[in-house]
């Protein structure tokens, strides 16, 4: 290894970069165009639901009931005056789910029989409809407590739930959603920065100039990496300065162990990129192979959204090789719950690992060789 | 001209399909991405981590513990004495959540006093957690509906009787899948587009083929009708795949489908063209795809309902043809949407593409590097 030649080729990577902007775009553009969409277009929680509202017999008893509804800002309760027109309108997508008390409600429930309810929601958007049978069976439980309250009676439940959510009381998906978008952004940045440049070295057939000249290839590839890593280091720290101050995410743990970690991770992703290019040898086919793995598995297989637990086991299995899975259980950690160190050191060594063989196999992988 | 369109077909087909890798990245990758999402996108849950925490020891807390070690949902995977061990297994993510029953559970619910259950949860992934909860009400319904039977208990005032429409059993995978057909078949199509100009404006070639007595049209045609095969058989493919495959049941009807399909191609292959005829080099048109590829995915209701976003980004959706292809798919699918129920959804499809294309026409000639 030779500092000046490396020097040499830094600069020239460098000036490449600022000749054609498209690098720096993507290093400082495409985050912030991403966190925003993201931030702003991705969200679980639902609010002012559509809910059709079908009361047979309007008494004391169904407004009562119907008024929790109406307090809520989960809901938007409309009026139907039939059961027909309500089913018309969940056809027809105005609504995203029916309430109906029917006649014999007040008869029931002053009986001191049990009143059935009928809830209906659309289910075919079925994360939706979970959260909002959620919703309703949470409504339905403070109603209930104020039934017995109102009549001096123990709460006719056996067994009430008491639920205390730990880092992230208020449930608020933003917070979860962020500190993982970051993950799927520097993955896209690390591997879309580094993925064309080997290959269009190739393609341009400079790359042969460069082999005639006494670089040697440990050079030419630490060469491309360290001004990609400059480049994705000040995207990373845009998106955390994004992430707690645009969208007010707290970062309860350590800002230089977030910072430390990410830096472990950029080293991942620009590997899995440069070792897309040396294979590729070809800006086309890099372009679509950086694509289909690494932004769709971090969007999917990361746990960023999707719960891991729940895959099957053989697809379990494969997001282990997904870099992004270590980096989002790191950065929900750190971002939500604090410096928890058995999290944050076992990822952080799989993600040391998985750096090594990307550069590992790109360095046997490049040789100078013309085949 | 049509001779001249046929021979510039033959070569776009040839650019794409020539090279032994672009083949595998159009045909390999999609397949298996269509195999692992279908199973891997899901937000069902299942294998809940928990932890027990029993300080009861009637016969009660026994019965609603059986519960939950006998749900396919639930894994138990610790049992503990003391406070001190909960944050431990939570802060390590040993465990979603620490079901915690105090010592008089049993007492209180013979005596009729209300018995609490105390959920200690893992609200980093909140999504994870709000269903979780909703896993652990819905024992706990059974379960209380069963005691107060059983023990000749006055019932709650009023129940909930809940059902859901299209998907009764609320399988996440029937919403999901479908989406990947929407969300493979744009993918392919853009990457078949997104690059065929601007490879072209690269290598020099394209300033040939402007020089040529070739038309805009005629270009426009030889660049569309491969994304259009190509972007076509792998949709069709996928969907075929998503009902015979992962059984998600298909109602409606296939010409609606179909219908579909060709105008989400159309839009795809306009915006593709366009990105394409923007960019100078290909890592620019890649950029392109890419700008334009993540909130076409975001942005469309995929994942998550477009009526949680803002207004303003809800306003910003009606230009995303994922959008309407994603209610056609869906519709067609779990509703049995037909034909005339779908024309509000193909107009502004047919509209984006319409526009798209022109626009891709006019900068042939006018962007010049």
Known sequence: MNRQRLRGLVRKEFLQILRDPSAIAIAFVLPVFLLLLFGYGVSLDAHHVPLAVVVDQPTAQTSNFIGGLQQSDFFDPRHYPTIGAARTALMQRQVTGIVWLRGDFSRDMLAGKTAPVAVWVDGVDANNANILLGYLQGMWQNWLQLQADQAGQPLAIPVVAESRIWFNPALRSRDFLVPGLIAVIMTLIGALLTALVVAREWERGTMEALMASPVTMGEILLGKLVP????????MLLSVAMAVWLFAVPLVGSFWLLLACS???????????????????????????????????AFILSGFIFDIHSMPAVVQFLTHIVAARYYVAILQTLFLAGNVWPVVLTNSAALALMALIFFGIARRKSRKRLD | MWARVVALVIKEFLAVLRDAASRTVLIGPPLIQLMVFGYAASFDLNHIPYAVYNQDSGYAARQLLARFSGSPNFQQVATIRNDAQIAPLINDKDALLVLHIGQHFTRD?????????QIIIDGRDSNTAALALNDVSGILLDFNQQWAAAHSQRGPPAQLVMRAWF??????RWFIVPGIVALLTLVVTLLVTGLSVAREREMGTFDQLLVTPMRPLEILIGKAVPGFVIGGLEGGFIALMAVLWFHVPFVGSVAALALGMFFFLLAAIGI????????VTQQQGLLGVFLFLVPAIILSGFATPIANMPEAVQLLTYINPMRYFLIIVRGVFLEGSTIPMLWSQYAPLALIGLVSMSAAAWLFRHRMA
């Open chain 2, 272 to 279: 593709g063209l366009m990105i394409s005829s923007l960019a």
């Open chain 1, 263 to 297: 830096a472990l991770f950029l080293l991942v992703a620009l590997g899995m990129g440069l070792l897309i290019s040396t294979l590729a040898k070809n800006q086309f086919v890099a372009a679509q192979v950086a694509v289909i793995v690494t932004f769709l598995p």
């Open chain 1, 228 to 235: 990609y890593f400059v480049l994705g280091m000040g995207g």
């Open chain 2, 167 to 172: 998907n009764p059993n609320l399988r996440s």
């Open chain 2, 109 to 117: 619910l013979l005596t009729q006093k209300p018995a609490r259950l």
